[in-house]
């Protein structure tokens, strides 16, 4: 059974860019033909979509957030990162890894999570 | 503003079915499937539904999907405490040629 597990600071001071990984166990990240995605969710908020990494190679951002956002693999530590830079209060948020289901590139069938990690930008 | 708009909230007692919605448009919903997601409080979502009206393994027959025009619903029957969450659509959407979700709906078992 796959499982996700997010890792990173918990503080970030504002204008720095925030760096998180996400382990993958039981399963290759370089294997199969799946998408690996970063989703946030702030405090009392709804669920936004950040971006996703395919087969290790290409990667798919939300265009709101794509100026500041980078999603590198590391397949030697069966990892997929994270970057997000010139932080603000507005990306205070619980950041969690996500993994689909089968593969399809027109849809968001997240099966596998993490457990989220809380990011405070504070000064 | 969310791009899929869904209620804010929703109620039922134990044993009834209760029905969420989220209306899209033609660049979302009318042309792309939908995916359900329940969240329970301090939780990580989990996907109820994809492609419409598929449950992933393990989910119990309860929870259906529907799609029609540019709208989808999941119903939920024999309505039990343990469903009180939060819960949201999620598809893509071709003008942002990106996926997004809906607002999110909380359901409350009263």
């Known amino acids: 059974q796959v499982q996700l597990q997010e890792s990173g600071p918990g503080l970030v001071k504002p204008s720095e860019t925030l760096s998180l990984t996400c382990t993958v166990s039981?399963?290759?990240?370089?294997?199969?033909?799946?998408?690996w995605n970063w989703i946030r969710q702030p405090a009392g908020k709804g669920l936004e979509w950040i971006g996703r990494?395919?087969?290790?190679?290409?990667?798919d951002y939300n265009p709101s957030l794509k100026t500041r956002v980078t999603i590198s693999v590391d397949t030697s530590k069966n990892q997929f990162s994270l970057r997000l830079s010139s932080l603000t209060a507005a990306d205070t948020a619980v950041y969690y890894c996500?993994?689909?289901?089968?593969?399809?590139?027109?849809?968001?069938?997240?099966?596998?999570w993490g457990q989220g990690t809380l990011v405070t930008v504070s000064s | 503003q969310s791009v899929l708009t869904q209620p804010p909230s929703a109620s039922g007692t134990p044993g009834q079915r209760v029905t969420i919605s989220c209306s899209g448009s033609?660049?979302?919903?009318?042309?792309?499937?939908v995916n359900w997601y329940q969240q329970l409080p301090g939780t990580a979502p989990k996907l109820l539904i994809y492609?419409?009206?598929q449950r992933p393994s393990g989910v119990p027959d309860r929870f259906s999907g529907s799609k029609s025009g540019t709208s989808a619903s999941l119903a939920i029957s024999g309505l039990q405490s343990e469903d009180e969450a939060d819960y949201y659509c999620?598809?893509?959407?071709?003008?942002?040629?990106?996926?997004?979700f809906g607002g999110g709906t909380k359901l409350t078992v009263l």
């Open positions: 996500a993994r689909d289901l089968r593969g399809y590139s027109y849809g968001l069938e997240l099966d596998h």
């Open positions: 039981g399963g290759s990240i370089s294997s199969g033909s799946y998408y």
């Open positions: 990494l395919y087969a290790s190679v290409s990667t």
């Open positions: 033609s660049s979302n919903i009318g042309s792309n499937t």
């Open positions: 492609s419409n009206n």
């Open positions: 999620a598809g893509w959407d071709d003008s942002l040629n990106g996926p997004v």
